[in-house]
Structures are given as structure tokens and as C-alpha cells.
């Protein structure tokens, strides 16, 4: 029995995702079958389902009584000398970045192997969690994200009819986070942080981006209508307020969408790692290279980027008019960079010229 499986957690689906891509991998790389995790209940799933985002991704009786057992069995392990059944080992952040590579199947494998687990006919299991890190380590499963996230139904055929009505315009997708997050109060502090990003930032970007080509808009969102009315009045997108259960939902019209105006949200980062177009980041939110025209998503030292990959790191290149994957705007912006008005003006049918990306750790431009 050689299994690896996903500690999932209360938390939103892109911190979550990331667990679950991770135990992908390592199950991938060594040999071993992907248990689904048994998803508990969640407040970010509405209306409540008793499994949470096992709505859309559910788990079979016998994987949920296999799940319990297993981690009954490790926390066993972890308490008496003597072992009873297969080996059940954590895989986590400590051991992570004691192996150095960054692909986490990849450093897996080598960690197995140093405790004589890698033979494929010896027992082992093998569970992660948290959000360490982050998309460097889960790159490889890209591609198996996505389909997980289309394997549900009729959250596909919802999906089909949205794009349905969008006439083939170039799409920009506007993630706006509400629900449980803070205001920002029109003021800013560096690194990550969850905060409502104010409404008039996104009205100014969805305004100039109109300016600059012919498209279409779709709103992601877990607000309300009356919260986004100036944004609805102006810009008019097409939306799916009022509905329920829309996690995967936004999720699948942000990834296929030509750009993306982020929430300062995991569901945006998230949304972006698995889209390959640009996308557009609140500067305000960043944290400050010392020269002050740059910024990085996270702190030299914080989870979830390991160190390896946070320092050092190079400023970005090229110039303003290059096409770049991400464009960081100030909250007081004036103007979009003439690399973005080119992209936009072609249709999204440029290339993106300078892949500079937020998500694995790079310094962008602020502007």
C-alpha cells in the first residue's frame, strides 16, 4: 500500500488547491495512488453543504473511512514506539526545504528515498498540508488542476452558458473580494494581506481597459448588488450575482479569460497561476524593493515561498512598452502602461514579452 493524500482544512479553495496539487504530485513522483481528501463542511460554500467543497469534488464512502483511518493510524504512530501498520510519514514544509528542490513530487521522491521508502513494493503513506511552497512547488500540476476543476458538471454546462453570451470579445475577467474581508480604508500596508480592495480602483481599470479595446466584462465576485452597484451601473459586465454555489464557477471564467483584474485574494492567485494570459495586481499591497520602483508578492522570509526562491531577487527588465504576464497599478494610478494598451489593442493575440510573474516570487514594475 503506497498512498498519498491531502490534509484539507475551513479554509477558501486556493488555499486549499494547493494542498491538494501537492499530495497529487507526491503520488505522482513516487509511485504511490492519490487519495482524494474528505472535504469538511465550510462557510466560503453557500448555501452550507455538509461536505463543503466535497460539492464539487466529493469523496466515496470507502475513501472517507480509508481517510480516517490513516490519519488515526498516524496519529498513533506519532504517539507509540511501536509501529503498527505501514509507515505514515508527514511531508511538510521542515522536510520540504531541507530537500532544496523545488518541485515538491520531485523532493519527495528524494526524501523517500533517504529513509529506504523509494522501492515501490514498501508500504508507505504519506500526508502534506498547508501552503508551503506555494505555486513554484505545484507548477507540474497545472494542467491537472484544471481538469479537476472542469470534472464537475453543472458548474461546466453554467460556465458554457455565461461564455455563451460573450460574442468572442476579448474577456476581462474583475475578481472582487467581499464576504468576510476588511475594508482597506483607502490605506495600504506592504505583503499580503486580505482586504476588500476599494471599489473605485476597479471601476478606474475597468474604465481605461474599455478605452482601450473592444470587450467584454465578467464579475467574479461573492458580493452583492447593492456592494457593486457603481462598478454594475458603469461598466455593465456580464455576472452571475444571486446565484449559488459558484466557487469553481469564477474560477473557470477567471482561467479562461484574456486578462484578469485581481482581488487581493488566494482565489485570484490561484485563478492566475492556472491562467497563462496577463493580470492585473493592486501595487499599493506589494512589498517594496529598496529602490521603490518594484514590488513582490511576499516578504524575503514568509510562508509560503521558500527561502531559495524569495532571495535574491533580480528587478524586472525591459521596458514600459513591453507586454508583461503581470502589471502592478497603484491605487492613484492615472494611466495603463503601453505594454498592456498593445496587448489589449490586439486582441489579446500578443504574446506576453516579459513573464515576470508575482506568483513565483519576481519583483514587477510598480506603476
Known amino acids: 500500500m503506497r498512498i498519498a493524500y491531502p490534509s484539507v482544512t475551513r479554509m477558501g479553495l486556493g488555499n486549499n488547491l494547493i494542498t491538494v496539487a501537492k499530495a497529487y504530485l507526491i503520488a505522482d513522483s513516487c509511485g504511490m495512488h492519490y487519495q482524494r481528501p474528505a472535504w469538511p463542511a465550510n462557510e466560503h460554500v453557500t448555501p452550507p453543504t455538509s461536505n463543503g467543497y466535497g460539492y464539487y469534488f466529493p469523496a466515496s464512502l470507502p475513501e472517507r473511512v480509508r481517510l480516517r483511518c490513516l490519519s488515526s493510524l498516524h496519529r498513533i504512530q506519532k504517539r507509540v514506539p511501536i509501529r503498527l501498520g505501514p509507515p505514515v510519514l508527514a511531508f511538510d514544509r521542515p522536510q520540504y526545504e531541507q530537500i532544496g528542490i523545488t518541485d515538491v513530487g520531485q523532493a519527495c521522491a528524494v526524501y523517500l528515498r533517504s529513509l529506504g521508502l523509494d522501492d515501490h513494493e514498501k508500504s508507505v503513506v504519506v500526508a502534506t498540508s498547508g501552503m508551503w511552497g506555494a505555486y513554484a512547488a505545484i507548477r507540474r500540476a497545472r494542467s491537472w488542476l484544471r481538469e479537476l476543476l472542469w470534472s464537475h458538471a453543472e458548474t461546466r454546462r453554467r460556465f458554457e452558458d455565461i461564455t455563451a453570451r460573450m460574442n468572442g470579445r476579448l474577456r476581462v475577467a474583475v475578481n472582487i473580494k467581499m464576504g468576510s474581508y476588511g475594508s482597506a480604508r483607502g490605506r495600504f500596508e506592504e505583503g499580503e494581506r486580505c482586504v476588500r480592495l476599494p471599489l473605485d480602483w476597479f471601476v ?21 448588488a447593492d456592494e457593486l452597484e457603481p462598478l454594475l451601473e458603469e461598466i455593465r459586465p456580464v455576472h452571475y450575482l444571486g446565484e449559488s454555489y459558484t466557487d469553481v ?28 494570459k496577463p ?18 508578492l511576499w516578504r524575503p522570509d514568509a510562508t509560503p515561498m521558500p527561502t531559495w526562491l524569495n532571495s535574491p531577487v533580480r528587478p524586472a527588465s525591459g521596458s514600459r512598452d513591453a507586454i508583461r504576464r503581470c502589471v502592478a497599478l497603484s491605487y492613484d494610478f492615472a494611466a495603463l502602461p ?11 493575440r500578443l504574446p506576453i514579452e516579459i513573464g515576470d510573474d508575482l506568483l513565483y516570487g519576481s519583483l514587477v514594475p510598480l506603476e
Not at 503601453?338 to 489579446?348: A, H, I
Open 204 to 224: 478606474r481599470v475597468c474604465r481605461l481597459v474599455r478605452q482601450a479595446c473592444d470587450c467584454e466584462f465578467v464579475l467574479v465576485t461573492d458580493g452583492t
Open 249 to 276: 464557477l469564477g474560477l473557470l471564467l477567471l482561467i479562461d479569460s484574456d486578462l484578469v483584474v485581481c482581488s487581493n485574494s488566494t482565489y485570484s492567485r490561484l485563478a492566475c497561476f492556472l491562467n497563462d
Open 338 to 348: 503601453p505594454g498592456l494598451v498593445r496587448y489589449l489593442g490586439s486582441g489579446g
Open 279 to 296: 493580470y492585473v495586481w493592486i501595487a499599493d499591497t506589494l512589498v517594496r524593493h529598496p529602490s521603490g520602483l518594484y514590488g513582490c
